[in-house]
C-alpha cells in the first residue's frame, strides 16, 4: 500500500490525514493547535505541523506529502532566509486603509479587477505589504522575499534554507493581488506599487500535480494550494459544482473554466487546484450566527434548531438580516443585524430561531448569486462546515438553493485535497477518490429569498 499524506494549516490548527494513495481511505490522522491571534511567528506552525505528524504516526512509510494552508497572509523572509517578523494572517485588519489606498492609486475596483481578478481589502497580501512600508519601514528594508504561510511550511519541509528555492501554486497566488490568475503571470508592478517601490522575490508557482521538490529523506512533496481551492480538490469538485462552507464565516465557491473580473470587489477571481478557476465569495458572518440567536432565546442549539423548524417557511414575514459583525459581502463593514417584519403573530421564539437560519443562509444564496452574475454555470451545491451540521441547516438549506443541497460525509476535506494533491505528484495522475453524499431535498422556497433581498434594499 501506497501512503501519502495531505496537511491542512489552517488559522486554528494543523490536521495531518495519512491516506492510502489508491483508494483516498484514511489510515491514520493527526491534529495540533495554533495559537489564537492574528500575528504569529512561522515557527509556531512548524511547531505544530511537527506535533500533528507525530500524532499521525510519523511519515517513515509515507511516499508523498502536500500542504494545504489558510490563505493570504504575509510571510517577510531576509537573504538568509530568516523570517523577519511575525506573520500578518489573513484575518488581520490593520491594513484596510491601506487596501482603500491602493484601489483608488491604480484606478478603482474596474482596474484592479481587470488587471489580476482580485480588488484588494485588508485581507490580501498586498495590503499588508503596504502597511509594512508604512509602519515599520526598517523591516520592510529587511525583506528579501515575501511568501505565503503554506509556501513556507513546503519550503521548510524541503529542508532548503536558500529563499530562491520558495515555491508557491496557482491558488494561494492569485490571493496576493500581484499575480492574475487568467495570465499566469505575476504582476511586479503590483508588487512595486504596493511595497514602496521594493520588489521582493516571489515564490516560483509550480504547476498543478507537479512537484515543488522533496523532503531531505526523500518524499515528494505537492505544490501545495490554498486551504478553498484543497477543500474543492478533496470534494473532486469541477465545472459546474459550486461549494457553500458554513464556518466562522461563509464562504460561497465555484469550479470554473471562467476567469472572473468583478468589478464590485464581491467575486474574488481566484484560481484552484486543477488549472481552472475558483471564483470565491467571502461572508464574515457565519454559524456563530445561530449561536448568537439562539442564546439570546435562551436555548441550546438542538433546541434551537427544533424550534426553527417549528415554524413555517418565510417566519410569516419575519427577515434577519445576519450582519451581527458587519459584512464584507455586500461590503457594509460598519452595518449591523436587523430583524424586520415584526407582528404581533410572529414574534415568537420559533419564528426568530427561523428568520435567522434562514437569513443566514438567504446570505449565501446572495453569494451564489453574485458568482452566477460572472457567467458562472451552477448546476450541484454541496454545503460542508461546522454550521452544515444543524438539523435545521440541512432542512432548510435546499429549500433555498433550489430544491437540492449535497451533503458529504464527514472528513477533512481540505487535508483529503492536499493528499489528493501530492498522490497527483507522486505518479502523475490525479486520482479519483469515492466521495460519500447524501442528497437533501425539499420544495423551493424562492420568496423567501426575494423578500431577504427586499430587506437588503
Not at 468589478?263 to 458572518?285: E, W, Y
Amino acid at each position: 500500500m501506497t501512503l501519502v499524506a495531505g496537511i491542512d494549516s489552517s488559522t486554528q490548527s494543523c490536521k495531518v490525514v495519512i491516506c492510502d494513495a489508491d483508494t483516498g481511505a484514511v489510515i491514520r490522522t493527526g491534529s495540533a493547535p495554533h495559537p489564537d491571534g492574528t500575528e504569529i511567528h512561522p515557527d509556531r506552525w512548524w511547531v505544530a505541523l511537527c506535533s500533528a505528524i507525530t500524532a499521525a504516526g510519523g511519515l517513515d512509510d509515507v511516499s508523498a506529502l502536500s500542504v494545504a494552508g489558510q490563505q493570504h497572509g504575509m510571510v517577510c523572509l531576509d537573504d538568509a532566509g530568516r523570517v523577519v517578523r511575525d506573520a500578518l494572517l489573513w484575518n488581520d485588519t490593520r491594513s484596510a486603509t491601506a487596501a482603500d489606498d491602493l484601489v483608488s492609486e491604480f484606478g478603482g475596483p474596474s482596474a484592479w479587477a481587470k488587471a489580476v481578478g482580485v480588488v484588494p481589502v485588508a485581507s490580501i497580501t498586498a495590503t499588508k505589504l503596504r502597511w509594512l512600508a508604512d509602519h515599520e519601514p526598517e523591516h520592510a528594508d529587511a525583506t528579501a522575499a515575501v511568501c505565503l504561510p503554506h509556501d513556507w511550511l513546503t519550503w521548510r519541509l524541503s529542508g532548503s534554507g536558500d529563499i530562491a528555492t520558495l515555491t508557491t501554486d496557482r491558488s494561494d497566488a492569485s490571493g496576493t493581488g500581484y499575480y492574475s490568475a487568467a495570465t499566469g503571470q505575476y504582476r511586479t508592478d503590483l508588487l512595486r506599487m504596493a511595497f514602496r517601490d521594493r520588489e521582493p522575490l516571489v515564490p516560483r508557482v509550480v504547476d498543478a500535480g507537479e512537484a515543488a521538490g522533496k523532503t531531505p529523506t526523500g518524499l515528494v512533496v505537492g505544490a501545495g494550494a490554498g486551504d478553498n481551492a484543497a477543500a474543492a480538490l478533496g470534494l473532486h469538485a469541477g465545472p459546474g459544482d459550486v461549494i457553500i462552507s458554513l464556518g466562522t464565516s461563509g464562504v460561497v465557491s465555484a469550479v470554473t473554466d471562467v476567469a472572473p473580473a468583478d468589478p464590485s470587489g464581491i467575486v474574488a477571481g481566484f484560481a484552484d487546484a486543477t488549472r481552472r478557476h475558483l471564483p470565491l465569495v467571502c461572508t464574515l458572518n457565519g454559524a456563530p450566527v445561530l449561536a448568537a440567536t439562539a442564546r439570546a432565546l435562551g436555548v441550546d442549539l438542538d433546541t434551537f434548531a427544533q424550534l426553527a423548524l417549528s415554524a413555517p417557511p418565510g417566519s410569516d414575514g419575519l427577515t434577519l438580516l445576519p450582519y451581527l459583525a458587519g459584512e464584507r459581502s455586500p461590503n457594509l463593514p460598519d452595518a449591523t443585524g436587523t430583524l424586520s417584519g415584526i407582528t404581533a403573530a410572529n414574534f415568537s421564539p420559533a419564528h426568530v430561531a427561523r428568520a435567522a437560519v434562514e437569513g443566514l443562509l438567504c446570505s449565501l444564496v446572495y453569494c451564489r448569486e453574485q458568482i452566477e452574475a460572472q457567467g458562472v454555470s451552477v448546476e450541484r451545491c454541496t454545503m460542508v462546515g461546522g454550521g452544515a451540521k444543524s438539523t435545521a441547516v440541512r432542512a432548510i438549506a435546499p429549500a433555498l438553493f433550489g430544491g437540492e443541497i449535497t451533503l458529504p460525509a464527514d472528513g477533512e476535506y481540505v487535508a483529503l485535497g492536499a493528499a489528493r494533491q501530492a498522490t497527483w505528484a507522486l505518479t502523475g495522475d490525479l486520482p479519483e477518490w469515492k466521495v460519500e453524499t447524501t442528497t437533501l431535498t425539499a420544495t423551493p422556497t424562492p420568496e423567501v429569498y426575494e423578500r431577504y433581498r427586499a430587506a437588503m434594499g
